[in-house]
Structures are given as structure tokens and as C-alpha cells.
């Protein structure tokens, strides 16, 4: 068999290599830390480590920064990064896209944090604008439910309950019960960081920059590029409106 029958042969095996994101649609990349119940258990405070919350905003920032995405969001310990429909990189490639993307998250986590840490990688799909903000209005749903499960569970956990009591005493409460819960303990859910119950955005923003030109000895005005982080995101509409504008201003 010649050489070169030989390897096609071989990368025909390659099932999913051809596997491309939907031409013209929007992708967002979510990674999840693998294993973080019980990493972040070990190493950070709960229910809400301040450090632990900077080292995923650094993570989303490399990975916004290196696959040239419009937007990064982060809460718990995921993060979404959106790419618009003409980004074209490693040609839409579904498996180099999830796998580079997990790469970058796990290097930088683990080099900021100063021990191991993986992540996983998946693709979503839309077709509009329209869907992009449904997703992102879904995730930051499950920020706050998820800040409201945490801060209730780890709140009954240090005054004293089992994990299995801490979980029964929640399991089918509602949401005004949880929060009745809190406020028993001393504990205003509205009035908690909004990084925790909101997430955080980043995005690159143009600003003007005043500066002097010696040679021409006049006042000049240059647009430059800077990294937005907002640990205060607005909710609901007021949130849509704002990711609908990082979502299509031109880069």
C-alpha cells in the first residue's frame, strides 16, 4: 500500500474533523470547570470567594482576548464567550474551536490559581440577535439562581446542618422561602455583591484619548481600544439592551 493511500486512509477516520459551526450564525463557546464542586470545596471560601471570582474573570479575558470574540460573560464557574458570525476562526471548526478554547481556559486558570484545574467545552448555536440575548438572559437566570442556592445552602452548612440536611431543607423550597431563609440568618439577598448574583461582562470598548503631536505642535484626539469589565451588570431588559449593543457594534 503507497504511503500516501496509507495516511488518507487513516484520516478518513477522523469522523468529526469536517464537523463546521453553521455558516453566518452566532457561536458561543460555554466551558465549565471539571470537577470545581469539589476543587473550589478545597481551595476557596464559600459559599463566594473573591478570589476565586477574579481568577474565572482573568480566564475570560484570555479567552476573549485570544479567539477575538464580542463578549465574555462569567458566573460560578462557567463562562460564556461570544463569536459573531463572520469570526471564521480555525474555520468554524467544531472540534478545534471547543478544544482550543478548553485549552486556553485550563492553562490560564491554573496558571493564575498555582495548581491544576480542566475545563470542558461546548458550542451553542443561534441564528439572530435575538437568540444571542435569550441566551445570555438564561445564563445570568441561572447566575442568580444559582447564587441564591449556594449562599442558602452553605448558610445552613456553617450553622451546623449535614449536606444532606442542608440539601432536604431546600429541596422544593421556592424562591421567596430561600430568600426568607437568608434574611433569618442576617442575610439581604438583594443587597449581596452583584458580581455574585448577576456575573460579570467583558467586553473591548473604543474610547477617546486627548494627546499632543510635537511635530505638528497641535492637540490631537486618537480612538483607542480597552478592556471593559463590569462587575455590575443591569438585569432583564436593561441587560438585553446591553449585550444587543456589544453583540453588533463594529469592531
Known sequence: MRDDEFESRQRAREYFHALRVLPGAWTVLRL?????????????????????????VDTAQALLTELGARYAYTESDEISVLLAPDHGLFGGGVEKLVSISAGIASAEFSRAAGRSAHFDSRIWLGVSVADVLDYFSWRQSDAARCALN???YWTLRQAGRSAREASQALDGASTSEKNELLYQHGINFAELPAWQRRGVGLWWENHQHSGHDPVRDT?????????????????????????????????
Request: proline share 5%; glycine share 6%; hydrophobic share 35%.
Open 219 to 251: 492637540d490631537v484626539v486618537t480612538t483607542r481600544r480597552r478592556l471593559r469589565i463590569d462587575r455590575e451588570l443591569p438585569m432583564k431588559a436593561d441587560y438585553r439592551e446591553l449585550v444587543e449593543r456589544i453583540a453588533t457594534i463594529r469592531s
Open 32 to 56: 465549565d470547570g471539571r470537577g470545581f464542586t469539589r476543587f473550589t470545596e478545597e481551595h476557596f471560601d464559600k459559599p463566594f470567594d473573591p478570589r476565586f471570582g477574579e481568577l474565572m
Open 150 to 152: 449556594g449562599w442558602c
